[in-house]
């Protein structure tokens, strides 16, 4: 049986090998997967603040960022948050085709960079309140 820190640390460091996939698929120019696995990398952070927050070892399975946060009474501030609420539409799950279509035109390289510019800043605000006491 895994401790609390066990389930914590496995989110943490699911989500640090999605961060590398993030740099590779932007090396690759594959901008709407590469927000794709952004997303899924601070998911996996608010995870494991869930875990850290709840006597539950297992987070929910869903993949708002938001929702996650903010049951784990987690407040970014007004505009870190709303990058997340945001954010949250690169979660491709059950996407439909068109909703791709027009989600890829969006996803240009400048956009790419400016997005990967605010998540890796909510990736160091989530990693700081993992570490902190």
């Known amino acids: 049986m895994m401790t609390k820190e066990q389930h914590i640390g496995y989110w943490i460091n699911s989500a640090e090998e999605d961060w590398l996939s993030v740099a590779a698929l932007q090396d690759r120019k594959r901008y709407l997967h590469c927000l794709f696995w952004a997303h899924l990398m601070l998911e996996k952070l608010a995870k494991a603040i869930w875990v850290k927050y709840h006597e539950e070892n297992l987070p929910p399975k869903i993949h708002n960022i938001t929702w996650l946060l903010s049951n784990s009474n987690i407040n970014l ?4 948050m709303a990058f997340v609420a945001n954010f949250n539409e690169f979660q491709l799950s059950g996407r439909y085709p068109d909703y791709l279509n027009k989600i890829h035109a969006v996803c240009t390289e400048s956009f790419t960079i400016s997005e990967l510019a605010k998540a890796k800043e ?7 309140i993992l570490q902190s006491k």
């Open 77 to 80: 501030g007004k505009d870190r």
């Open 122 to 128: 909510i990736r160091t605000c989530l990693l700081e």
